[in-house]
């Protein structure tokens, strides 16, 4: 992956074809949480800065959404690692595309991974070039993430309170919509994803959304690793 031919920029642009629309959305959402990190006062340098290095879209927007003074770094982080668990599942799905590259690259795939270019990885996963399609997928998704942000903080107030809080339920909302890709596509693995629903449906409403999500995520992985041992 350190020189790309002229077959692989085939491959580059395939994945951005495929990852265009979602790019977009990535952005207008880079945009609200730019847009939110001004409101709470959060310096444009600082949003964009965080954006970057955690690349993060509904964790951050449910951290900003608790953001206040002084700032309450056990809520936060408990609120982020929530709506973040779902990566976990994610992430061990991916892991057959992960072993066979270097450490660094690993790691690179591993902070880039994101719901959409996870998405269209999956659905191509039998490509011999998976990898560099994903990375190309996820770079686009990357690159349009920090435009956003960088647009949104100078557009403070864009979008009300009631709108933002809703938004930091975004790992919820994100398990639903993987759910429902698999229904309709074979994008993946579907007993882990089936077996995360079940989970979640059943104990949300007895531990609360966010720990159900957090159960559910837990249960997915395990279904995960033991069925990729049963086919290993």
Known sequence: M?????GAW???AASWRATTGF???GAIFGLM???AAAVKGIPPGQTIVAGGAMYAGAAQLAAVSQWAL???FLALALSTAMVSSRNVLMGVTMSPIFRPLPWYWRLLGIFLLVDAAWAITMKERQRPDIALYYFASTGLMYATWIVGISVG???????DRVTLEALSFGGVIFLSLIVAMLSRNRVGPRLPWIGAACTSAL???EIGTSWGLVASVG???VIAVVAGRRHG
Do not use: E, K, N, W
């Open 219 to 221: 249960v997915g992985a």
């Open 2 to 6: 350190t020189h790309v031919t002229g």
């Open 33 to 35: 949480l730019g847009s």
């Open 203 to 205: 104990l949300a409403p």
């Open 10 to 12: 085939t491959t580059v």
């Open 153 to 159: 903080v100078a557009l403070p107030d864009l979008f």
């Open 23 to 25: 790019a977009i959305g």
């Open 70 to 72: 002084p700032i309450p």
